[in-house]
């Protein structure tokens, strides 16, 4: 069934090849954006390793190679209230797929501005869009990426499940009482904490109002193109590889593109849940099709591929590309060592059938890094953003020995 879809953030990492994904299935699409990403990489003095056309080639470059038109509206949803209200009142969207979130742990641990912008943009785009959608009375699906951080990586051993635990609670009276809960959640960083709050939100506005949503918890993203991106160097994905937004593996690739050692932190025995770009946009479009009914419970589905140790992606990235592996400093506060089952039962249920890093696109990445390596710049690749004034950069002795 076609519908119209708000995609927030749609000129992001993850939600420019989404809008793109949909609108190739034939959804009408609309983009809002207030351009923040590309405005953080002007403040930070780094950039996309790919050259990001501007917003108008993009729709522009789409409109002509697919036929398919796709509306932009630069808007801050934080912070004009008003005009978000207008915008979801004129368009009356059947479906708004919300990526408009500062989406970066390190970024939002950086500075006292950075963890206030974070919380500030995050929570108020997050609850303007709940409150316009409940004055207007709009029976809107709303599709939120969340993220497997809330969980935290502090050594939980057993399976995280999608979202909610059944569990027995003996009453005064000797009898037990069987009830669901929402799993707990231990963010670990201010970003974390964003989303950790935007998973109560969503709990009561569902109660509450009997807004129909879904909340995706999504693994770390690897990879840049999808099959819509790859149909025109000018719709190219971004590809972060700095300190502060690249993902693990994208900067493992980058590295070893550029003659970088990979930056392991601490003992590298971090595990962590990864999915590829191109899963992304189809777990959200099934998402999309797949929606709760009004006054249903928060649908929460884990949109994860498979989980990996952090050095065990180092050896495979070293293995494929001869790169050497440096140990560094962690400078996030976090367990040296952790185990990570997810269910992911849901997509699955749903005919998801995940790209797994054996499954060679891992290799595709790797050919993008490595044409575009001339644009990277090497002081932007350690992580210096410190959790507690305890922590160190993860910066390679050889490299400070040089500077």
């Not at 939600?15 to 009408?28: I, N, Q, V, Y």
């Not at 509450?208 to 693994?219: A, E, K, P, S, V």
């Not at 952790?338 to 990445?365: C, K, M, W, Y």
Request: hydrophobic share 35%; with cysteine; proline share 5%.
């Amino acid at each position: 069934m076609v519908q119209k879809i708000l995609i927030l953030g749609g000129d992001g990492f993850c939600g420019w090849p989404t809008a793109l994904h949909l609108s190739s299935l034939g959804h009408e699409i609309a983009i809002v954006d207030n351009l923040s990403r590309r405005a953080i990489d002007a403040e930070m003095g780094t950039s996309s390793l790919t050259p990001i056309a501007d917003a108008e080639t993009r729709l522009n470059t789409w409109e002509k190679i697919s036929g398919r038109h796709i509306a932009f509206h630069q808007l801050d949803i934080a912070e004009d209230y008003d005009g978000l209200r207008a915008l979801l009142d004129s368009q009356r969207p059947d479906v708004i797929v919300h990526f408009a979130e500062q989406r970066a742990a390190p970024y939002s641990m950086k500075t006292p501005t950075t963890k206030r912008y974070t919380i500030d943009n995050n929570i108020r785009a997050t609850h303007n869009t709940l409150v316009a959608l409940t004055d207007l009375g709009l029976d809107c699906h709303l599709v939120h990426l969340g993220t497997m951080g809330v969980y935290g990586y502090d050594g939980f051993n057993g399976e995280i499940p999608e979202g909610y635990l059944d569990v027995k609670i003996e009453e005064p009276d000797g009898r037990w009482s069987a009830h669901d809960i929402v799993f707990p959640t231990k963010p670990g960083s201010v970003y974390h904490l964003t989303k950790s709050m935007d998973h109560l939100m969503f709990q009561f506005y569902a109660r509450n109002d009997r807004l129909r949503i879904t909340d995706l918890h999504q693994g770390i993203v690897w990879g840049t193109q999808t099959p819509e991106t790859r149909r025109d160097p000018r719709l190219i994905n971004r590809f972060d590889y700095d300190g502060d937004y690249g993902t693990v593996l994208n900067r493992f690739v980058m590295q070893a593109a550029v003659g970088y050692p990979l930056t392991v932190h601490g003992s590298g025995g971090q595990t962590r849940a990864f999915i590829n770009i191109q899963d992304t946009t189809r777990c959200v479009a099934l998402a999309v099709a797949n929606p709760p009914e009004r006054g249903e419970r928060v649908r929460i589905y884990n949109q994860v591929a498979e989980s990996l140790r952090v050095r065990d992606l180092a050896a495979l990235v070293a293995d494929l590309t001869g790169a050497s592996v440096a140990h560094v400093d962690n400078p996030r506060k976090e367990a040296d060592e952790n185990g990570l089952q997810v269910s992911n039962a849901g997509f699955r249920s749903l005919g998801f059938h995940p790209i797994l890093l054996r499954d060679r696109l891992l290799e595709e990445t790797l050919d993008i890094a490595r044409h575009y390596a001339q644009r990277s710049r090497r002081e932007t690749i350690p992580a210096r953003a410190l959790w507690t004034p305890e922590n160190l950069p993860g910066v390679v002795k050889t490299e400070v020995a040089a500077t």
